[in-house]
C-alpha cells in the first residue's frame, strides 16, 4: 500500500515450529533480523503448530522434523490436505534426517534447511542466517501446485538388470527448489527400456542426495544410483550428482578400454552450487553433442541457462517445466529468456516429450 510518496511493503509472517526453545529463540532471531519478515508465533510440537496456523494464518512456516505429540512431517500433511501454507522443514545433517527430509518435501515442503549444531552454531551462523532468510522469502513466493497425489515410497518396481553398454544418447535434467517432489513424476514414467543415461543435477547438500537417490530407485523401474568418479555413462540407468561435487563427463579407460565417464570435483561453486547444473550440462553437451536433451526444472535463480545454451549449440533439444506446475519458475524462466528451449511442457508431459526427443 502507498501513503503519500511511501511505498510500505508487506512483511512476511511466519510461524516458528520447534521441541527445542534454544533453537525457536535461534530461528525467531535469524529470521526477525530481517526488516521485511515477522515471526508471529512458535510452537513446541506439531499439533500446537496446527492450531497456531489456524489462527495466526502465516504466510511461511519453519518445521522441525524430530517433535513430540505430533513431528513435523505430520503436521506438514495436515497443513497440506486443509490449508496449503509454504512450509520448509528443519532437518538434522544426518542420513536419518536426510531420509525424512526427502519425505517431507515428497508431501509438499517448499525447501528445507539443516539444523545448526548447537556446538557450531557459532561459527555457521551468519551463513545458516542468510539460507534461512532467503528461502524463507522464496517461499512466500511459491506455487504450491501438486500435479497428482503423492509418490509413495514402498516395493520397488520389478527392475530389468541393464546390460553394461556405453550410452550414446544422455538425458541431463537440473533441478533445484521443488525438484524433488518433480523428480518423482518425471523418473518412475520413464520406461526400463529407454536409449540413453539419465544424468540429474539437485542443488542438495551431501548425503541427501544418496537419500533422493534411493527414494527414486524405490519408485521407479530403472535404476537409480548417486553417481561415483569413474562411473561408466551406461544406458538404462540414472545417475544423481552428488552434493558437495560437480559432475563432468570425460573419457577415461575403465578395464583397458576408453569410455565415457564420470569425473566428480570439489572445483568452486558456479552460481553458488556445487554441484551445479551448468557444470554438468556444458560437459554433457561437449561429450555428446546433438544426443544430449536438457531438461530444466523448477528452482530459484539460473543455473541451467548458460548449459542449456550450450546443449543448443551442439544441436540437442531441450525442454523446460511450464511456470504452471513449476514450484518456483525462475530457471526455467531464465533458460526460456535466454534462447535456450525448444520447448516448454507442463510437468506430467516432460516423461514423454523426452522419449520423443530421444527416438528423434
Same mark, same amino acid.
Not at 1 to 8: L, Q
Given at each position: 500500500?502507498?501513503?503519500?510518496?511511501?511505498?510500505?511493503?508487506?512483511?512476511?509472517?511466519?510461524?516458528?515450529?520447534?521441541?527445542?526453545?534454544?533453537?525457536?529463540?535461534?530461528?525467531?532471531?535469524?529470521?526477525?533480523?530481517?526488516?521485511?519478515?515477522?515471526?508471529?508465533?512458535?510452537?513446541?510440537?506439531?499439533?500446537?503448530?496446527?492450531?497456531?496456523?489456524?489462527?495466526?494464518?502465516?504466510?511461511?512456516?519453519?518445521?522441525?522434523?524430530?517433535?513430540?505429540?505430533?513431528?513435523?512431517?505430520?503436521?506438514?500433511?495436515?497443513?497440506?490436505?486443509?490449508?496449503?501454507?509454504?512450509?520448509?522443514?528443519?532437518?538434522?545433517?544426518?542420513?536419518?534426517?536426510?531420509?525424512?527430509?526427502?519425505?517431507?518435501?515428497?508431501?509438499?515442503?517448499?525447501?528445507?534447511?539443516?539444523?545448526?549444531?548447537?556446538?557450531?552454531?557459532?561459527?555457521?551462523?551468519?551463513?545458516?542466517?542468510?539460507?534461512?532468510?532467503?528461502?524463507?522469502?522464496?517461499?512466500?513466493?511459491?506455487?504450491?501446485?501438486?500435479?497428482?497425489?503423492?509418490?509413495?515410497?514402498?516395493? =520397488?518396481?520389478?527392475?530389468?538388470?541393464?546390460? #553394461?553398454?556405453? /550410452?550414446? *544418447?544422455?538425458? @541431463?535434467? $537440473?533441478?533445484?527448489?521443488? &525438484?524433488?517432489?518433480?523428480?518423482?513424476?518425471?523418473?518412475?514414467?520413464?520406461?526400463?527400456?529407454?536409449?540413453?543415461?539419465?544424468?540429474?543435477?539437485?542443488?542438495?547438500?551431501?548425503?541427501?542426495?544418496?537419500?533422493?537417490?534411493?527414494?527414486?530407485?524405490?519408485?521407479?523401474?530403472?535404476?537409480?544410483?548417486?553417481?561415483?568418479?569413474?562411473?561408466?555413462?551406461?544406458?538404462?540407468?540414472?545417475?544423481?550428482?552428488?552434493?558437495?561435487?560437480?559432475?563432468?563427463?570425460?573419457?577415461?579407460?575403465?578395464?583397458?578400454?576408453?569410455?565415457?565417464?564420470?569425473?566428480?570435483?570439489?572445483?568452486?561453486?558456479?552460481?553458488?552450487?556445487?554441484? =551445479?547444473?551448468?557444470?554438468?550440462?556444458?560437459? #554433457?553437451?561437449? /561429450?555428446? *553433442?546433438?544426443? @544430449?536433451? $536438457?531438461?530444466?526444472?523448477? &528452482?530459484?535463480?539460473?543455473?541451467?541457462?548458460?548449459?542449456?545454451?550450450?546443449?543448443?549449440?551442439?544441436?540437442?533439444?531441450?525442454?523446460?517445466?511450464?511456470?504452471?506446475?513449476?514450484?518456483?519458475?525462475?530457471?526455467?524462466?531464465?533458460?526460456?529468456?535466454?534462447?535456450?528451449?525448444?520447448?516448454?511442457?507442463?510437468?506430467?508431459?516432460?516423461?514423454?516429450?523426452?522419449?520423443?526427443?530421444?527416438?528423434?
Amino acid at each position: 500500500m502507498t501513503f503519500g510518496d511511501a511505498v510500505v511493503m508487506k512483511k512476511i509472517r511466519v510461524l516458528v515450529a520447534d521441541d527445542s526453545s534454544f533453537m525457536r529463540k535461534i530461528i525467531s532471531d535469524m529470521l526477525s533480523s530481517d526488516p521485511g519478515i515477522e515471526v508471529v508465533g512458535t510452537a513446541s510440537d506439531g499439533r500446537e503448530a496446527l492450531a497456531k496456523v489456524s489462527f495466526l494464518d502465516p504466510d511461511v512456516i519453519t518445521m522441525d522434523i524430530d517433535m513430540p505429540v505430533m513431528d513435523g512431517i505430520t503436521a506438514l500433511e495436515h497443513i497440506m490436505d486443509v490449508n496449503p501454507k509454504p512450509v520448509i522443514m528443519v532437518s538434522a545433517f544426518t542420513y536419518d534426517g536426510a531420509e525424512e527430509t526427502i519425505r517431507s518435501l515428497n508431501s509438499g515442503a517448499v525447501d528445507f534447511v539443516t539444523k545448526p549444531d548447537r556446538r557450531r552454531i557459532s561459527f555457521r551462523m551468519k551463513d545458516a542466517q542468510g539460507e534461512l532468510i532467503e528461502k524463507v522469502k522464496l517461499s512466500a513466493k511459491a506455487n504450491l501446485f501438486s500435479p497428482t497425489g503423492l509418490s509413495k515410497r514402498g516395493q =520397488s518396481p520389478k527392475k530389468k538388470k541393464p546390460l #553394461v553398454v556405453e /550410452a550414446e *544418447n544422455v538425458v @541431463v535434467i $537440473g533441478a533445484s527448489t521443488g &525438484g524433488p517432489k518433480t523428480l518423482c513424476e518425471i523418473i518412475p514414467n520413464l520406461p526400463s527400456e529407454i536409449d540413453a543415461a539419465v544424468i540429474i543435477v539437485q542443488h542438495m547438500p551431501p548425503k541427501f542426495t544418496l537419500t533422493l537417490a534411493s527414494w527414486l530407485d524405490s519408485l521407479s523401474s530403472l535404476p537409480v544410483v548417486e553417481a561415483r568418479d569413474g562411473d561408466v555413462v551406461t544406458t538404462g540407468k540414472v545417475f544423481i550428482a552428488p552434493g558437495g561435487f560437480h559432475l563432468k563427463i570425460k573419457k577415461g579407460k575403465v578395464n583397458g578400454v576408453i569410455h565415457r565417464v564420470m569425473r566428480l570435483d570439489k572445483g568452486p561453486k558456479v552460481n553458488g552450487m556445487r554441484p =551445479s547444473i551448468d557444470v554438468t550440462m556444458t560437459s #554433457v553437451a561437449q /561429450a555428446y *553433442n546433438e544426443k @544430449v536433451v $536438457g531438461v530444466i526444472l523448477t &528452482g530459484m535463480g539460473h543455473d541451467g541457462t548458460e548449459g542449456m545454451k550450450q546443449i543448443k549449440r551442439m544441436k540437442g533439444r531441450t525442454i523446460s517445466q511450464d511456470e504452471n506446475t513449476s514450484m518456483i519458475s525462475s530457471m526455467p524462466e531464465a533458460a526460456f529468456d535466454s534462447g535456450a528451449v525448444d520447448e516448454v511442457v507442463s510437468l506430467a508431459g516432460i516423461p514423454n516429450k523426452i522419449l520423443e526427443f530421444i527416438s528423434s
